[in-house]
């Protein structure tokens, strides 16, 4: 069983910095993506950031240029450093894993962040 574990939301003012963590635990295949969703109040879930176990990264068009994903193997653990915070950056932010070799993928609880004008 596979479980991750968010850390790092909360609430900042627009222009500010927040850095959000996932750590994940369990049966990880080295082969793997992680990376980050959100999802607002009468939106749908969309994809922010994601990142390969081989480095390759995804971007939404929204966050390029503010936010950046990094991830730490050895640790199973991916980061978002989100900067430049706008208020329409609000949402409740996943952490996904997806293992594209068995097509499983795993979500976390959430984070909430806030963005305030």
């Known amino acids: 069983q596979v479980q991750l574990v968010e850390s790092g939301g909360g609430l900042v003012q627009a222009g500010g910095s927040l850095r959000l963590s996932c750590a994940a635990s369990?049966?990880?295949?080295?082969?793997?993506?992680m990376g980050w969703y959100r999802q607002a109040p009468g939106n749908q879930r969309e994809l922010v950031a994601a990142?390969?176990?081989?480095?390759?990264?995804n971007l939404a068009d929204s966050v390029k240029g503010r936010f950046t994903i990094s991830r730490d193997n050895a640790k199973n653990t991916v980061y978002l450093q989100m900067n430049s915070l706008k208020p329409e950056d609000t949402a409740v932010y996943y952490c996904?894993?997806?293992?594209?070799?068995?097509?499983?993928?795993?979500w976390g609880k959430g984070t909430l962040v806030t963005v305030s004008s």
């Open positions: 996904n894993l997806n293992f594209p070799l068995t097509q499983r993928e795993y």
């Open positions: 990142m390969t176990s081989g480095g390759s990264t």
């Open positions: 369990g049966s990880i295949f080295s082969l793997n993506a």
